[in-house]
């Protein structure tokens, strides 16, 4: 039975420049580098030496707390750098990769004979295991907690955000294994779009299958558990990004890691925009090459405008990335008389320009700029139109803000994500960094639980 969950709250943001449904060859990758900080709640122990050689899935970092929980490499190749930052804290493990590739073989297994135990101890082996992530805090979680369910959200619906659909068609197979193996831990929950139709999503098996009908921000896994089994003090849940599904799976087909996803290069600033096969940790720079407009300042995203990473072309793919975006960032632009000219070509959620007489589906080129400086709250109802969750948004920041940990925990902390307060962030008058403010609050609140 299949259970369809309307939402009448959110907000769809259409930007020009989405990815055309065909793939683009990108050049040859040879730079790669797997990042801690793309493991959120990780702290890593590097495992490799400077000089080593290693074959794709071999670990590269464990979790220091849980060592258990390995880190594949992406390729086979050699360990140029350990990056380290302030306090000596692992910011990435870089590898040139071999030009021809060499993996570790785990051996094949079929999950359906496998139980609980099993399906982990080969995702731990093969340093997959730490792409699953879990509520309460959003964080990368360990082999010795136990979900009462797993949720996987098929349905990307950010703005520029990649086609999960498009990405399935080759991969059906393995993502079916995936949900099997998934589906030996705990009961999974897989969410879907009113509008997706691909077999392998429909009529996925050993899965319970809702179809989410409603604006952005419907895709996000929390809204989700949100809505199907809301995360109570002293509950855990599991999420699994739709891709890891298929890395899993591929794991259990052919015994080795293979982290090859299916991204968009999207924007407004991309001369070309369309998909890449490419893996993880690869080099923006190399990734993209020359497909950059050049004739205005750019601003590249590793990830969608509303919860990417602000990066350059030296910095390499994010383990959780679907898309790599280019918006202009605004700080070349001069405006004739500023805010009091009617801007037919601006977004706004409040008529205050004109350009909401042309319609919702007209395209829009937005920039980074905040256009506002930070200022005090006002209560104003903004983020609850965005915000399809039972939960008080504006109250739950001020909690977070004050520090007030007893009324977060009343207002629903242990429910939501950073990613979850992107568009209240997008329409919030006082400019307020809602999602860093979630992120500190979910760590301390951590900090405070262990």
Aim: proline content about 5%; overall charge negative.
């Amino acid at each position: 039975m299949v259970n369809v969950i309307k939402l009448h709250k959110g907000l769809d943001i259409n930007l020009k420049g989405a990815a055309e449904l065909k793939k683009v060859s990108v050049g040859p990758v040879s730079h790669y580098a797997l990042l801690p900080s793309a493991f959120v709640g990780v702290t890593p122990k590097v495992v490799v030496k400077v000089g080593d050689k290693v074959l794709a899935g071999e670990p590269l970092f464990v979790n220091k707390s849980c060592p258990d929980v390995r880190f594949a490499s992406p390729v086979s190749g050699t360990v140029t750098a350990v990056v380290r930052g302030e306090r000596r804290k692992v910011l990435a493990v870089e590898i040139d990769a071999d030009a021809q590739q060499q993996f570790h073989d785990y051996g094949k297994s079929d999950p359906s004979k496998l139980d609980a135990d099993g399906v982990k101890k080969a995702l731990l082996e093969s340093g997959l295991f730490g792409y699953i992530d879990q509520l309460p805090y959003a964080v990368s979680t360990t082999p010795d907690t136990k979900p009462k369910a797993i949720f996987v959200s098929a349905l990307r619906d950010k703005p520029l955000s990649a086609d999960f659909e498009f990405e399935l068609k080759g991969n059906e197979k393995d993502f079916q294994t995936g949900l099997t193996a998934l589906s030996k831990i705990a009961e999974v929950h897989l969410g879907i779009g009113a509008q997706q139709s691909a077999d392998a999503l429909v009529n996925a098996k050993d899965v319970d299958i809702n179809v989410f009908d409603g604006k952005c921000p419907a895709g996000n896994v929390g809204i989700q558990v949100n809505h199907i089994d809301p995360v109570n003090k002293g509950e855990i849940v599991w999420t699994v990004d739709p891709t890891a599904v298929i890395f899993f799976g591929r794991l259990f087909n052919t015994g080795k890691v293979n982290l090859t996803r299916t991204i968009a290069i999207a924007g407004s600033e991309v001369k070309e925009p369309a998909y890449a096969d490419v893996l993880v940790g690869a080099k923006i720079g190399e990734v993209v090459g020359d497909g950059i407009k050049t004739d205005r300042h750019v601003r590249l995203l590793d990830g969608n405008p509303l919860t990417g990473r602000k990066v350059t072309k030296d910095d390499y793919l994010g383990a959780h990335t679907s898309e790599i975006t280019a918006i202009p960032e605004g700080d070349d632009v001069n405006e004739f008389a500023g805010w009091i000219m009617p801007r037919l070509k601006e977004f706004s959620t409040s008529h205050s320009y004109f350009s909401w007489l042309f319609g919702k589906k007209k395209q829009y080129d937005l920039d980074a700029r905040i256009k506002g400086g930070e200022r005090h709250i006002i209560m104003s109802g903004e983020y609850d139109k965005v915000l399809p969750m039972d939960i008080y948004g504006e109250y739950l920041i001020k909690a977070i803000i004050t520090g007030d940990i007893d009324k977060q925990e009343q207002l629903g902390i242990y429910e939501v994500s950073p990613e979850d307060f992107a568009l209240a962030e997008f329409v919030d008058s006082s400019k307020l960094p809602l999602q860093q403010i979630v992120r500190k609050g979910l760590d301390i609140l951590r900090k405070e639980n262990a």
